[in-house]
């Protein structure tokens, strides 16, 4: 991550003229949002709902709880795109909103089971999403099976953790400026510490059955089976 | 296909950033609730907004302000100089106007408006037990009008 472009030490504009940035694409969604603008308000919610969702996972709350606090974000974004100046700026405002949502409801109490988007119990609502087809390539489901485990190691990975990978891996990418002040932590800490969470990701138990699998034995099916078996 | 997880943590940050991006696309209902945000915008526009300062429920409290219980909810939103105070409790709200105006207090929820009161002449309004989910205040007096920011109030 050597070469991760910092916002904190490159030119506010670095792009040729005539292609839009994707600073300058996103500068127009929240100022079009901002003018009542659906389709940008609507791609707005598109882009980061990834994000809002990830923090309140991050934070286990019931289904009640993650949807109120996913919906008293959004109303308090539409509060605030007026005042948006920065809007690179965005995601670490949405992640600090959400955070600071989930521990208000966390305090205030209501907490009964922990909220899963993964779980059965909305397996109806994103199942549609998994790849059940079963004429579907090999590749298209071991690429599920991974991901379904990198997102079980992720829930195991400690709450500082799964916030500072969220941050890393945002689209648009949060610059290390961005995380360390919403994380409060020195800039020079950010690498050390992705290298840490990182390996305690690479050595999650729900990646473990991975490591160390010969690629060679890829796609013989008995390695991929037991992958299934233990990624799940 | 090579080595996988990669051994490499660019490549590793990059499939769990993909992991996570299609970690199923948000429940619909999630997204539904966020798109139908911006249906307040228009209606919010001609009042300031009444920024969440202090919720007793989460931030420390300011020794000797405020009169909270353990069974109270004790929250303050500020405009410039227009503050709302309110407490929770189960039986109810109870809330204050500062500067003190008369006036009256629309209670909202992303639904529309579910409760309208008068404000005394000293500021002082109440309300019936908050339903759930984020809820609004809508502060109307003859000098000022205010909305407070969305916050889980049940």
Redesign the interface.
């Known amino acids: ?1 050597a070469e991760r472009p910092d916002s904190a030490t490159r030119p506010e504009v670095g792009a040729a003229p005539d292609v839009p940035a994707a600073d300058e694409i996103l500068a127009g969604l929240v100022s079009a ?2 003018n ?1 603008d ?1 389709p940008a ?2 791609e707005l ?2 882009r980061y ?2 994000l ?3 923090v309140i996972r991050a934070h286990r709350l019931n289904r ?1 709880d993650a ?2 606090v ?3 974000v ?6 605030h ?1 007026g005042r948006v100046r920065e809007p690179a700026a965005l995601a670490t405002w949405l992640a600090t909103t959400t955070r ?2 989930c ?3 966390v ?2 109490g209501r907490r009964t089971q922990p909220f899963d ?2 779980d059965d119990a ?1 397996e109806a ?2 199942g549609a ?2 790849p059940q087809d079963p004429s579907a390539p090999d ?1 298209n489901l ?1 690429r599920a099976e ?3 485990a ?2 079980d190691g ?1 829930g195991q990975l400690p709450a500082r953790c799964r916030e500072l ?2 941050l ?2 945002s ?1 648009p990418p949060a610059s290390y400026r961005e995380i360390a002040e919403r994380l409060g932590m020195p800039i020079g800490s950010i690498g050390p510490s ?2 840490r969470c ?1 390996r305690k ?2 050595n999650s138990p729900a ?1 473990a059955a ?2 160390g ?1 010969s ?1 060679d034995a ?1 796609g013989s099916g008995g390695d991929r089976d037991g992958a299934v078996a233990a990624g799940r | ?5 990669p051994a490499d ?2 490549g ?20 539904a ?3 139908a ?2 249906t ?3 209606v ?1 526009a001609e009042l300031a ?1 009444a920024e969440l300062t202090f ?1 007793s ?2 931030d420390p409290e300011p020794a000797g302000l405020t009169r909270s219980t353990g069974s109270t ?1 004790a929250l303050a939103f500020h405009a410039g100089p227009v503050v709302v105070a309110i407490e929770v409790t189960a039986t109810g709200i109870v809330g204050q106007l500062s500067p003190a105006r008369g006036g009256r207090v629309v209670a909202r929820t ?1 639904h529309g408006p579910y409760e309208e009161v008068a404000v005394d002449p000293v500021g002082f309004f109440s309300l019936g037990p908050p339903p ?3 809820v ?1 205040l809508h502060a109307l007096t003859s000098d000022y009008a205010v909305a407070t ?4 109030l049940g």
């Open positions: 991550m949002a901002a009542g659906e308000w609507a919610v598109r709902a990834p809002v969702l990830s009640t949807a109120d996913n919906q008293t959004w109303l308090r974004l539409v509060e795109l600071r949502e521990y208000r409801l305090r205030i988007p993964l909305v609502t994103i999403l998994l590749e071991l991974r991901r379904q990198l997102r992720f990978l969220s890393l891996v689209d992705q290298a990182l990701l690479r990646l991975f490591v699998a690629p890829e | 296909m090579g080595l996988w997880p943590d660019d590793l940050l990059s499939e769990l950033g993909a992991a996570l991006r299609d970690s199923g696309p948000p429940p619909e209902e999630f997204l609730a966020g798109y945000a911006l307040w915008r228009t919010d907004i919720d429920a989460c909810r992303p759930s989910g984020p609004q920011s969305w916050v889980p």
